[in-house]
């Protein structure tokens, strides 16, 4: 079995450029939502959507929030899917989750804040929106991964290829 895992930032075309190295190989596709799909037919939907990408208030995390028990659905969801076959993963951790597996190549697509929001603007997003929610979505991300995982999602030595589109093109 092979996996390709992608991490992205948001508007780097990084879930395009997944999906299509996917139908390239003819390999299964793994985004959030099919992660979420396969939770729920494992009873853990409720679980996974709890580590949505997002830390948890303040409060939950001190009285109420479990990480462990959450990260070790997500890993049953991940490894679950994993050992239906040769796949590609679009976030979710997976490039942490299947970082020991040698059958694993681990992709970081990114691009300057410049080619992000023009990305954005390209699809009809306003200038101010655009910047907001990518730098929104950049802290979201970058804590979810600090605090479930303890890494640094920035840290190339987690990926084997660093993609900067601002000079590639999708195809």
């Excluded at 948001?10 to 939502?33: C, H, K, P, W």
């Excluded at 920035?154 to 990926?159: A, F, I, Q």
Aim: with cysteine; charged share 30%.
């Amino acid at each position: 079995m092979n996996f390709i895992t992608f991490s992205e930032k948001m508007a780097t075309n990084g879930s395009e450029i997944a999906r299509g190295v996917s139908d390239q190989l003819g390999y299964r596709f793994y985004d959030a939502e099919a992660i979420e799909s396969a939770a729920q037919e494992m009873g853990f939907l409720q679980d996974v959507k709890e580590i949505d990408e997002k830390v948890p208030p303040l409060f939950e995390r001190l009285f109420s929030y479990k990480p462990e028990i959450y990260l070790d659905r997500l890993n049953s969801v991940i490894y679950e899917l994993a050992s239906r076959g040769n796949a590609v993963f679009l976030g979710r951790g997976s490039y942490i989750l299947l970082r020991t597996f040698k059958c694993a190549l681990h992709i970081r697509v990114i691009s300057s804040l410049k080619k992000r929001i023009e990305n954005l603007v390209g699809r009809g997003w306003q200038r101010d929106a655009a910047i907001e929610t990518i730098r929104r979505s950049d802290h979201e991300r970058g804590s979810f991964v600090k605090f479930a995982f303890g890494v640094d999602w920035e840290n190339p030595e987690l990926y084997d290829i660093v993609l900067n589109m601002d000079n590639l093109t999708l195809d």
